[in-house]
T-cell receptor, first 111, second 117 residues
Framework: DAKTTQPNSMESNEEEPVHLPCNHS???????IHWYRQLPSQGPEYVIH???SNVNNRMASLAIAEDRKSSTLILHRATLRDAAVYYC????????????FGTGTRLTIIP | EAQVTQNPRYLITVTGKKLTVTCSQN?????MSWYRQDPGLGLRQIYY???????DKGDVPEGYKVSRKEKRNFPLILESPSPNQTSLYFC????????????????FGPGTRLTVL
């Protein structure tokens, strides 16, 4: 599986936008970029995914670089409830459908 | 409410005493999977199932068994638990958004914290 690199931790002020980066320089043409997050004492939760184009949903936006070697998860207005570990995952849409979680980015929201 | 449930949520047991962790989903999903989460190692897949009676090993299957007799249930069985199986376990399920399409979103259960003494 292609590997992703994320900062170990980030902090952001409440009600401000947050940009969470992910590098995936060895991404292949069939890899989708998925983001999950894990709130304290909970199971992982799907956030968003994309292939080439930028994506928006009610939770976040995903900006994908033109060469697809990096992406950024954007939380437009962080709340305390967004404090979690965020995982950037590359996944091919066939076979096992396994999610390979790295260590993620621990996001702290400052009130 | 669409959800994945796991039972028990917490379990302390002793080495060698067989145990089962149940997982059930109410979304009619074909795909189900078990992960374990350990500090510094992230989540690692134990077993997965593409549909009823179809199961296969993930990355760390040793010491575990699974079965998929019904679509909604995917129990994880530890025949002879050992201390190195002390971990946080998550069950997940998913289904294609359209027939023959890829799985996009996986739903995770709340986790089962297992301690083997």
């Amino acid at each position: 599986d292609a590997k992703t690199t994320q900062p170990n931790s980030m902090e952001s002020n409440e009600e401000e936008p947050v940009h969470l980066p992910c590098n995936h320089s060895t991404i292949s043409g069939t890899d989708y970029i998925h983001w999950y997050r894990q709130l304290p004492s909970q199971g992982p939760e799907y956030v968003i995914h994309g292939l080439t184009s930028n994506v928006n949903n009610r939770m976040a936006s995903l900006a994908i670089a033109e060469d697809r070697k990096s992406s950024t998860l954007i939380l437009h207005r962080a709340t305390l409830r967004d404090a979690a570990v965020y995982y950037c995952i590359l996944k091919r849409n066939f076979g096992n459908e396994k999610l390979t979680f790295g260590t993620g980015t621990r996001l702290t929201i400052i009130p | 409410e669409a959800q994945v449930t796991q039972n028990p949520r917490y379990l302390i047991t002793v080495t060698g005493k067989k145990l089962t962790v149940t997982c059930s989903q109410n979304m009619n999903h074909e795909y189900m999977s078990w992960y374990r989460q350990d500090p510094g190692l992230g989540l690692r897949q134990i077993y997965y199932s593409m549909n009823v009676e179809v199961t296969d090993k993930g990355d760390v299957p040793e010491g575990y068994k699974v079965s998929r007799k019904e679509k909604r249930n995917f129990p994880l069985i530890l025949e002879s638990p050992s201390p190195n199986q002390t971990s946080l376990y998550f069950c997940a399920s998913s289904s294609p958004q359209e027939a023959g399409g890829p799985l996009i979103r996986q739903f995770f259960g709340p986790g089962t914290r297992l301690t083997v003494l």
